[in-house]
């Protein structure tokens, strides 16, 4: 029998969970549904699939690379791979350059494509989907995993099977639709043979590739090319820019699956959600006897069938029917759930203006820690600074401001200039404008301190690198 590694596909924006999802941070590697992140929710589902299931390979956005590795960390998890994407291409160049990836050993392992940012209620019922679908692989089979419908559903598309379902077996696929209108969702559902098209596949590298070496040649060049131009970088891989940026841009969908021969459709029926907006979130969320779903520190008076989410205080309604609203420290949404798929509309609005708020939270996450905007004004800023036990800030300095830095608990190693000292908890130094400085912490226990900035320019594009232990430039 094949290896089986799972390739986790995450480079998603997830625009339509804003404001709790921001493209730095997007909604798979937040704690959507509970507090471990999607992300992490996927690789520890992956668990119990099968006794040889190996470590997987993830594919991410190059500035979402540090949260990847973090997150597989924090879920014990060690990838065979996480390989970076320069540039968006979809998602069939992405499950190229992994199975490209995956026979660097000399196997030829059955992979399973899954997106990061999908929740089951019965993972047992995914287990046996996925057994069902390795019989039907490992036989030269392009499997798509097909979820039993609910509901007529206008949002996905559709895969239509060419006989009976059956949940035991992989049949084969007649043809895939496109999203319908309500009245062909209803024909589709009362008929018994479509299915929605969860995005979650599985093959043969060796098949995969030589499906799209026929039918799209082009993009199979070009991820090769980024694949063998590629290089090392920490844990990661960086897929060669220039080569990747040639592929064209589709999802497996398109330039494969329904023009392949090979196609076949397992019924998925666990309980699944793409959780593609704060109505989704809602529906798989417990909910009390009024129908209400709710996170964080939340007041409810005479209200139903509502979702809150509290981020950093107090929310509290009244006397409301079918509401979301989603708290966060720089932003508060609130809609009613039949209109939580224009969320993206404000996102777009939020894209034409520059705001930062489409791009980060008030508190962003490093590699070697995080800091939080507590408040700004006229030539000042200030902070309070995370760093993680044995993390160093690049070695670096500043044109247009000075930086006090005040340590609230922990030890920080410091060095100004040619000057190096320890400062502890209470105690404080000064670095003037323009003097090389770097931050490091020497202990076992997290570094909290204050930055208190000043000068006449404030941005994060002031800063001068010289080295820096996570390669960025």
């Known amino acids: 029998m094949s290896p089986l590694i799972p390739v986790v596909l995450s480079g998603g924006s997830g625009s339509r969970l804003w404001p709790l999802s921001r493209s730095l941070r997007p909604k798979q590697f937040l704690g959507v549904t509970e507090d471990a992140s999607l992300f992490q929710l996927t690789l520890q589902r992956l668990q119990g699939i099968t006794a040889d299931v190996m470590r997987p390979i993830v594919v991410a956005n190059n500035d979402h690379r540090f949260l990847v590795g973090e997150q597989c960390r924090e879920a014990g998890i060690e990838p065979l791979s996480i390989l970076l994407e320069p540039v968006a291409r979809n998602t069939a160049p ?67 099977a060419a006989q009976a379902l059956n949940a035991n077996a992989a049949v084969p696929v007649a043809q895939f639709v496109e999203k319908p209108n309500l009245a062909t969702a209803q024909a589709y559902l009362q008929e018994g043979s479509y299915t929605w098209n969860s995005g979650m596949f599985m093959f043969k590298a060796s098949v995969f590739l030589q499906e799209l070496a026929q039918h799209n040649p082009a993009m199979l060049a070009a991820c090769e090319a980024a694949w063998r131009l590629g290089s090392k970088d920490l844990e990661f891989v960086r897929l060669d820019k220039e080569a990747f940026a040639q592929s064209p841009s589709d999802s497996v969908d398109y330039a494969v699956m329904e023009k392949t021969a090979k196609a076949v459709v397992v019924p998925l029926d666990a309980g699944w959600s793409d959780v593609g907006a704060w109505s989704a979130v809602w529906q798989v969320l417990p909910q009390d006897d009024q129908g209400n779903a709710t996170r964080g520190d939340v007041l409810l008076e005479g209200v139903t069938n509502s979702y809150v989410h509290a981020d950093n205080r ?33 996102v777009d609005r939020l894209k034409a203006q520059k705001r930062p ?98 000068g006449s320019y404030l941005g994060e594009d002031d800063i001068v690198r010289f080295s820096d232990q996570y390669g960025r430039a």
Request: aromatic content about 6%; overall charge negative.
């Open 314 to 346: 107090l929310v509290a309604l009244i006397g409301v029917d079918g509401l979301v609203v989603v708290e966060t420290s720089d932003a508060v949404l609130v809609t009613h759930k039949d209109k939580a798929q224009d969320v993206k509309k404000v």
């Open 94 to 160: 992405a499950i190229t350059v992994a199975a490209l990836a995956s026979q660097e050993g000399g196997d030829d392992p059955v992979l399973l494509v899954l997106p990061s940012d999908h929740t089951f209620a019965n993972v047992p019922a995914f287990h046996h989907a996925v057994r069902v679908g390795l019989q039907a692989a490992e036989a030269g089979a392009l499997v798509t995993f097909g979820i039993v419908p609910t509901h007529a559903e206008t949002g996905y598309g559709y895969v239509k």
């Open 357 to 454: 708020e489409v791009d980060v939270h008030r508190e962003v996450f490093r590699p070697w820690g995080s800091y939080d905007s507590v408040d700004s004004g006229e030539r000042f800023q200030v902070k309070r600074i995370v760093v993680k036990p044995g993390a160093k800030l690049s070695v670096q300095m500043h044109h247009h401001r000075a930086e006090h830095w005040v340590v609230v608990s922990g030890t920080a190693s410091v060095c100004i200039g040619d000057e190096t000292k320890l400062i502890t908890e209470n105690q404080s130094v000064y670095i003037p404008v323009g003097v090389v400085h770097s931050l490091e912490n020497p202990g076992k226990l997290p570094l909290h301190l204050i930055e208190v900035q000043s």
